[in-house]
C-alpha cells in the first residue's frame, strides 16, 4: 500500500529562521511532488512542485528530493508569522493516483 | 477569474436524507477529484475523474457516489449520509499532461449529519 509520511508536529521556528519539513514515501515510481500550505479551515494551496533531483527554489521556498532515499522537503527561510500554517506533501503514481500525507503543523514564534 | 467552486459552503442535515454538493470548475481541467478532511486523518480522496464521462475510485468511496457528465461540473453525492460522513469536503480540478499536475481546491464544504 502507497503511503506518504510526514511528521505531524507542531513544529516550532523562531520568527527569521529556516523552517525544514520533511515527508517520506513508500514508492520509487513516484513522479510528482507537491507541497501545499493549508491555513486553518481554509482550502490547500499550491507553494511547490519538483519532479527531478535535486533543490528548487523559489523566492524563500526550496524544495528538495531524493528519490533513492524516497524523501522530499520544503525549507522556509526567513520564516515570518504568516508561514504558521500545515503544510501538506502530496505524491503522484502513475497517471491517476495521488495521496497526500496528513500534514505538519508549522508554528512560526515571533 | 479562475476557479473551483463549491455549494453549499455549510450543511446540517439528518442521517438519511440525500443531498449533492457542486463542483464547478471554469478552468477548462480535465482532472478532477472530491476529498474529505478529518482531524488526525488528513486528506483523503474519495472519488476522482480524468474526463468526462471517466470516474474512479479513490481511498475512501464508500456511502458516496459521483457523476462527471460536463467537464466543468463534478457533483458530489450521499444517497444515504451517516454521521460518520460529518467532515469537511473539498473539490479539486487540475490539468493533465499524461499525469495530474498542481490541484486547485475549491473552498470547501462542511458538512454535519446528525
Known amino acids: 500500500q502507497k503511503e506518504v509520511e510526514q511528521n505531524s508536529g507542531p513544529l516550532s521556528v523562531p520568527e527569521g529562521a529556516i523552517a525544514s519539513l520533511n515527508c517520506t514515501y513508500s514508492?520509487?515510481?513516484?513522479?510528482?511532488f507537491f507541497w501545499y500550505r493549508q491555513y486553518s479551515g481554509k482550502s490547500p494551496e499550491l507553494i511547490m512542485s519538483?519532479?527531478?533531483?535535486g533543490d528548487k527554489e523559489d523566492g524563500r521556498f526550496t524544495a528538495q528530493l531524493n528519490k533513492a532515499s524516497q524523501y522530499v522537503s520544503l525549507l522556509i527561510r526567513d520564516s515570518q508569522p504568516s508561514d504558521s500554517a500545515t503544510y501538506l506533501c502530496?505524491?503522484?503514481?502513475?497517471?491517476?493516483?495521488?495521496?497526500f500525507g496528513k500534514g505538519t503543523r508549522l508554528h512560526i514564534l515571533p | 477569474e479562475a476557479q473551483v467552486t463549491q455549494n453549499p459552503r455549510y450543511l446540517i442535515t439528518v442521517t438519511g436524507k440525500k443531498l449533492t454538493v457542486t463542483c464547478s470548475q471554469n478552468?477548462?481541467?480535465?482532472?478532477m477529484s472530491w476529498y474529505r478532511q478529518d482531524p488526525g486523518l488528513g486528506l483523503r480522496q474519495i472519488y476522482y475523474?480524468?474526463?468526462?464521462?471517466?470516474?474512479d475510485k479513490g481511498d475512501v468511496p464508500e456511502g458516496y457516489k459521483v457523476s462527471r457528465k460536463e467537464k466543468r461540473n463534478f457533483p458530489l453525492i450521499l444517497e444515504s449520509p451517516s454521521p460518520n460522513q460529518t467532515s469537511l469536503y473539498f473539490c479539486?480540478?487540475?490539468?493533465?499532461?499524461?499525469?495530474?499536475?498542481?490541484?486547485?481546491f475549491g473552498p470547501g464544504t462542511r458538512l454535519t449529519v446528525l
Open positions: 479539486a480540478s487540475s490539468f493533465t499532461s499524461g499525469s495530474i499536475n498542481e490541484q486547485f
Open positions: 478552468m477548462n481541467h480535465e482532472y
Open positions: 502530496a505524491v503522484i503514481w502513475g497517471d491517476d493516483k495521488i495521496i
Open positions: 475523474s480524468m474526463n468526462v464521462e471517466v470516474t
Open positions: 514508492d520509487r515510481v513516484s513522479q510528482s
Open positions: 519538483i519532479y527531478s533531483n
